[in-house]
């Protein structure tokens, strides 16, 4: 393929911001998956560390979730429960957000559209109330530290 052909597939991808703003998202959770999928809690090699717990040194609600995520990819949901209680819905959240980016990066391409509020207000609406639900813990745990 000549680099002016791969340039315009190039272009035609990323011409709209939803749509990168949507890729690049689809990059972040499929990153999340594939980190995962790579490391294994048995072994416990995980190269990122709780940046919490390495400055305060105590631990913090999100403590084991990448061993909980790599435990839910090999199917062993009680250790994902067991590393983190919240690590199956965390999970979930992402893998409904992967499937709204790819729906909206397909339904935005092949889509005739006449304005893009109509499918970034839903959108944006959707995301917004999914984390809500999905991340009430954390945002609870946040809340208290603050107020305390």
Same mark, same amino acid.
């Given at each position: 393929?000549?680099?002016?052909?791969?340039?315009?597939?190039?272009? *035609?991808?990323?011409?709209?911001?939803?749509?990168?703003?949507?890729?690049?998202?689809?990059?972040? #959770? %499929?990153?999340? #998956? =594939?980190?995962?999928? *790579?490391?294994?809690?048995?072994?416990?090699?995980?190269?990122?560390?709780?940046?919490?717990?390495?400055?305060?040194?105590?631990?913090?609600?999100?403590?084991? %979730?990448?061993?909980? @995520?790599?435990? $839910?990819?090999? %199917?062993?949901?009680?250790?994902?429960?067991?590393?983190?209680?919240?690590? /199956?819905?965390?999970?979930?959240?992402? /893998?409904?957000?992967?499937? =709204?980016?790819?729906?909206? #990066?397909?339904?935005?391409?092949?889509?005739?559209?006449?304005? $893009?509020?109509?499918? *970034?207000?839903?959108?944006? #609406? &959707?995301?917004? *109330?999914?984390? %809500?639900?999905? @991340?009430?813990?954390?945002?609870?745990?946040?809340?208290? $530290? &603050? =107020?305390?």
């Amino acid at each position: 393929m000549s680099k002016k052909r791969m340039s315009n597939k190039l272009n *035609v991808l990323f011409k709209d911001p939803y749509r990168t703003i949507n890729i690049i998202f689809t990059g972040f #959770i %499929l990153f999340i #998956i =594939l980190y995962s999928a *790579v490391f294994s809690p048995e072994t416990n090699r995980y190269p990122i560390h709780s940046a919490h717990e390495l400055f305060t040194g105590s631990s913090s609600i999100s403590i084991g %979730l990448s061993r909980g @995520f790599s435990s $839910i990819l090999r %199917l062993k949901f009680a250790d994902a429960y067991n590393y983190n209680p919240f690590s /199956l819905r965390i999970f979930i959240f992402f /893998l409904l957000q992967l499937f =709204l980016r790819l729906f909206f #990066i397909f339904y935005c391409r092949k889509s005739i559209y006449s304005n $893009i509020r109509y499918i *970034v207000i839903p959108d944006s #609406i &959707i995301s917004g *109330v999914l984390f %809500l639900i999905f @991340f009430e813990p954390f945002w609870r745990e946040l809340f208290s $530290i &603050i =107020l305390d």
